[in-house]
C-alpha cells in the first residue's frame, strides 16, 4: 500500500513539475517567472523527499536542503533588484 501511494504521489509530483516548468517558459512578466520558479523548486525539493523516502538513502535530503535554501536567496535577491534595483 506505501509503495503505491508512493507512486501517486511521485507522479502528481512529476506533473505538477511539468506544470511549473510550462508557466516558467509562458510568463510575461518577470515577477511572475520568479514566482514559476521558486515554485518549481519547492515541487522539486517534494520529489527529493519523497524518493530519498522511497529508496531509504538521505543524501537526496541533502539535496533537497540545498536546492531549498539556494531557491530562498534566489528569491530574496531577485524581489530586492526588482523593488529596489540593486542587489545589496
Not at 530519498?52 to 530574496?76: K, N, P, Q, W
Request: proline share 0%; aromatic share 12%.
Amino acid at each position: 500500500m506505501h509503495e503505491f501511494v508512493y507512486a501517486l504521489a511521485l507522479g502528481w509530483m512529476t506533473l505538477l513539475l511539468g506544470v511549473c516548468v510550462f508557466e516558467v517558459v509562458r510568463a510575461k512578466s518577470e515577477l511572475v517567472r520568479v514566482l514559476a520558479l521558486d515554485t518549481l523548486a519547492l515541487v522539486l525539493v517534494a520529489v527529493l523527499v519523497l524518493y530519498a523516502t522511497t529508496e531509504g538513502v538521505s543524501y537526496y535530503l541533502d539535496a533537497a536542503l540545498v536546492i531549498a535554501l539556494l531557491s530562498f536567496v534566489g528569491t530574496l535577491v531577485a524581489s530586492r533588484y526588482h523593488s529596489e534595483g540593486k542587489i545589496f
